[in-house]
């Protein structure tokens, strides 16, 4: 797996300015997605979320979480409430759902110079 780049370490970091975007992703059990442009995110799970969120990109989350010693899959799993530092290196199918009840997403894509 390539190393993260330093520079996504500091764009996480970044203050929200005048440039700061933001889009949302309604989710429920079934697989969805949002076209997102490369660059530095903050995902956001409300507390509300009744569960974990799978995340993967670039294909479906139908393999997430994985089965007790299965083989590793892509992606990863976000916990009701949390703001994980997301850093995309191309534009990017994001799929995810929400492993029981609904949430949304939040993406907050950081503006750098």
Do not use: N
């Not at 976000?78 to 029981?100: E, M, N, P, Y």
């Amino acid at each position: 797996m390539p190393a993260l780049p330093t520079e996504a370490f500091t764009q996480g970091a970044a203050p929200y300015s005048s440039r700061t975007t933001l889009r949302t992703l309604d989710l429920t059990t079934a697989d969805t997605s949002i076209a997102l442009a490369a660059g530095t995110y903050e995902v956001i799970v409300p507390a509300s979320a009744a569960g974990l969120v799978a995340v993967c990109h670039g294909a479906t989350t139908a393999s997430l979480p994985p089965s007790t010693g299965a083989a590793e899959v892509s992606g990863y799993v976000l916990t009701a409430g949390s703001v994980t530092v997301v850093h995309l290196d191309s534009d990017t199918a994001l799929h995810a759902r929400v492993l029981s009840g609904t949430t949304t997403l939040h993406f907050v894509r950081k503006a750098v110079a």
